[in-house]
């Protein structure tokens, strides 16, 4: 066990960084248009931009998993000693990439696809032929990022689950529930890849995402309880 005493106040930051986090990402989605038809897709783009939501959707997405995945490497960060030092440093790894694929994800899906949008509304109907195709090479982009990040995002969530029961950290169920979120939110990222966004990978990736909600949730509540370990 960690032998250097731990602020009261960093467990506070970390987990109120997981719970804001989950949070935004919930609205987020809830904001988010999905459509697995790059023609609807445009045409949806072009209603939701009307009003923003696409901006507020995406900047929400984000900014959650930026500071859902922030609140957890800070409890990983503290992990550094004993049996959990290689999970926790591993962990750190493939949370900073999750984030760069997340980041890559939301301007190719907000920025790309909101410059068809704008060339949409003042394109003929030879144009229009022609953004139909872009606009489905830009899925593909997108659902390439979409696969990556998935991935990435359940391999840091099992890493984490892993160092935090070496550490004693949380107890045999958190871990088990973290774990189920993550192997479903890995499946669904595998799913994207083969299939694009279809019923197949949304039915792995929403029940999954769901779990892992709860589960920053409660290991906000946890950290938040965990009394200070004494030099």
């Known amino acids: 066990m960690n032998a250097r005493p731990r602020p009261r106040n960093q467990a506070g930051v970390s987990s109120a960084l997981l719970v804001a986090g989950a949070v ?12 697995e038809d790059p023609n609807d897709a445009l045409r949806a783009f072009g209603e939701y931009s009307a009003d923003h939501n696409w901006l507020f959707s995406h900047m929400a997405q984000l900014a959650g998993v930026v500071a859902m995945v922030a609140g957890m490497l800070l409890i990983i960060g503290r992990l550094f000693d004993g049996p959990a030092r290689d999970f926790a440093l591993l962990t750190i790894v493939f949370g900073a990439a999750s984030l760069a694929a997340a980041a890559a994800l939301q301007a190719v899906d907000g920025i790309a696809l909101k410059a068809m949008v704008d060339a949409w509304a003042v394109a003929d109907d030879a144009a229009k032929a022609s953004l139909f195709n872009a606009t489905f090479a830009v899925r593909q982009i997108e659902i390439g990022f979409a696969a990556v990040s998935a991935v990435l995002l359940g391999l840091t969530v099992l890493l984490a689950n892993i160092a935090l029961q070496q550490a004693k950290h949380c107890p045999v169920w958190m871990s088990l529930l973290g774990s189920a979120g993550a192997v479903g939110v890995l499946i669904g990222g595998v799913a994207t890849a083969a299939t694009g966004f279809s019923d197949i990978a949304m039915a792995a990736n929403i029940p999954g995402s769901l779990v892992l909600l709860i589960w920053v949730v409660l290991l906000a509540v946890i950290e938040l309880k965990r009394k200070p370990v004494e030099a």
Do not use: D, E, K, Q
């Not at 935004?24 to 459509?35: N, S």
């Open 24 to 35: 935004l990402l919930f609205v987020g989605t809830l904001l988010h248009p999905m459509h």
